[in-house]
């Protein structure tokens, strides 16, 4: 159901209907916390330490200009292993975000490095299917009851 509900309406031709502009991202910042991503999606580990660092840094005081809010965090493109480096980190922190995600999956705690924070992914498409491995992960429940 709710995959159905979050499905896209319209023209599959109608690829800018499914982005967000400014407008609609202010209006969500009003409501939660908004992370930056990167300026041009590149995969970072193959930028230059200086490329990575000056796209971080647009992408985030760009989004904090726009939305009219602090910008803390970073979503790695893609969020790899690969997709990220030493360079990376260094970069992220450089722009001044307190912490980037990754997609890779995982519990975080006190010794998680606060630029490689691991998440696990949901993929509406797999519906209950795809939260499954999130609810049954070692240490899932003791995490859900805040221990």
Do not use: C, K
């Not at 939260?131 to 009851?145: I, K, N």
């Amino acid at each position: 159901d709710l995959v159905e509900r979050l499905a896209p309406r319209g023209s599959e031709a109608d690829v800018a209907a499914l982005f967000m502009d400014w407008d609609g991202a202010r209006r969500l910042a009003r409501t939660a916390t908004i992370g930056s991503h990167s300026s041009f999606h590149a995969i970072l580990s193959q930028e230059s330490a200086q490329a990575q660092a000056d796209d971080l840094s647009a992408a985030r005081e760009r989004l904090a200009r726009e939305i009219g809010a602090p910008i803390a965090t970073l979503a790695y493109p893609n969020g790899t292993e690969l997709d990220y480096d030493e360079g990376t980190l260094a970069a992220s922190a450089g722009a001044g975000h307190l912490g980037a995600v990754t997609t890779r999956p995982g519990w975080n705690d006190a010794t998680t490095p606060r630029h490689e924070l691991r998440r696990f992914v949901m993929n509406p498409v797999r519906g209950l299917e795809g939260l499954r491995p999130v609810v049954r992960a070692d240490g899932a429940m003791a995490f859900a009851r805040g221990t």
